[in-house]
């Protein structure tokens, strides 16, 4: 019914081959693959990480592709790629828009079902205001998307955590409000959610009850968990740096009610990959610390899944 997985950007040093061989020793069906350009010089955590170049992918690259997921029985769920499309920086978001379009072009050329990554957002510049930059950027995406019969799935992390990305964070996607006057302004099924429970719990939001209301535009999921710590957000506030509160975790380490998560994936019947992403620092000291944060959360996760 679902096919667990996990994100490979944790597996940063890791090889293609490598990351495969990891999830097939280790009873993971699938990985979403990183995709970010090779001489990519972006240094925000977990980002830049390239385990399959689309540039230029050639025929004897795709072939070799196959044969390691065949080989090891495992599935790529998706192509990973996560800037910020909307950046105030015209030849940045440019740039990144560009890289998105190869992306989902591998993705076609690969026979993999879904691109994800963020709609982006220009934080200088209201919500109204990033939804007309939206619908000027991604139109042309989307047309590329449609084209390739590749989805698209937006994870909805605001990409707010710390002062560099103060007022607005750098993704529009952020809550069911916004998502609403994205599918008005592009009604298109290929545009739907690489959804992340975690990101709606430093919000205060519920994150289950998304899974009904969108369960038409669930292309992929995320699991990871975050722990809102009430004490610090009693001194601070929710207008505090979201990160001055909450902490990500690994899945049954914080706040998402996975039984209820779950109960309501299988109720609406949703059919595809949920992937593990590791973004908690007490497991980032070595590879072996690495290694253990995907493991736990899957042995965590199993009582929901059959491996």
Not at 93 to 96: A, H, K, L, T, V
Not at 287 to 307: C, G, H, M, P
């Given at each position: 019914m679902l096919s667990l997985g996990f994100v490979s950007a944790i597996l940063a040093e890791s090889s293609f081959e490598e990351v495969v061989e990891f999830a097939a020793k280790n009873k993971f069906s699938c990985v979403e693959i990183m995709c970010w350009p090779s001489d990519n010089t972006d240094k925000r955590r977990y980002a830049g990480v390239t385990h399959i170049n689309v540039e230029d992918l050639t025929e004897k690259e795709i072939k070799q592709i196959h044969k390691t997921l065949k080989k090891n029985e495992v599935f790529i769920s998706g192509l990973?790629?996560?800037?910020n499309p909307l950046d105030p920086d015209k030849e940045k978001?440019?740039?990144?828009i560009e890289h998105i379009k190869k992306v989902i072009r591998a993705a076609a050329k690969?026979?993999?079902p879904v691109m994800n990554t963020f709609i982006g957002r220009n934080p200088f510049k209201n919500v109204a205001e990033n939804l007309q930059l939206f619908e000027y950027h991604w139109k042309p995406i989307i047309k590329v998307a449609e084209e390739c019969n590749v989805k698209i799935g937006i994870e909805n992390c605001p990409m707010l955590f710390t002062n560099d990305e103060w007022p607005g964070g750098k993704n529009l996607a952020t809550t069911p409000a916004i998502w609403d006057r994205m599918f008005e302004i592009i009604p298109s099924p290929i545009l739907g959610l690489n959804y992340d429970p975690s990101h709606l719990i430093w919000q205060m939001m519920d994150e289950v009850q998304p899974l009904y209301d969108y369960k038409d535009r669930l292309h992929h999921i995320h699991l990871k968990d975050a722990k809102v710590f009430k004490d610090k957000l009693n001194r601070v506030g929710i207008m505090a740096y979201p990160l001055e509160y909450h902490s990500p975790k690994l899945p049954g380490l914080g706040d998402v009610r996975w039984r209820e998560f779950f109960s309501a994936l299988t109720t609406v019947r949703y059919r595809g990959a949920v992937c593990i992403e590791v973004e908690d620092k007490a497991y980032e000291g070595s590879?072996?610390?690495?290694?253990?944060?995907?493991?736990?959360?899957?042995?965590?996760?199993?009582?929901?899944?059959?491996?």
């Open positions: 990973g790629y996560y800037p978001s440019e740039f990144y690969l026979e993999i590879k072996e610390d690495v290694q253990t944060a995907i493991l736990t959360s899957r042995n965590y996760l199993s009582q929901f899944l059959v491996l």
